[in-house]
């Protein structure tokens, strides 16, 4: 069955995980990621803000999903190298 979506590795996810304890406060992370992502997908920073609102740790809310899209991302770009750069001996 094809999945729709990717399904991420471990190594992708060491390397987002690298990637969210590179700022001193989870702030650090978070407010460049919903920028970002109020460019490249505004409907689900949207929602994980609209989300977020209703909630009582607005930033455990944001750190979740924003972490999820950036998984699935990088897996998704892994997996796209992965094809780019794939090797047939055949041609």
Known sequence: ??????????????????????????????????????IVNPCVANFLAAFAAGTDDKEA????????YRLLESQ???DRMAEDFKFDPRE
């Open 1 to 38: 069955m094809d999945e729709l979506l990717p399904v991420v590795k471990a190594e992708v996810g060491f390397s987002v995980t690298e990637e969210i304890n590179v700022g001193e406060t989870d702030a650090d992370y978070i407010l460049p990621a919903i920028r970002r992502l109020q």
């Open 76 to 78: 998704a770009e892994a």
């Open 61 to 68: 809310v944001l750190i979740c999903g924003l972490v999820v």
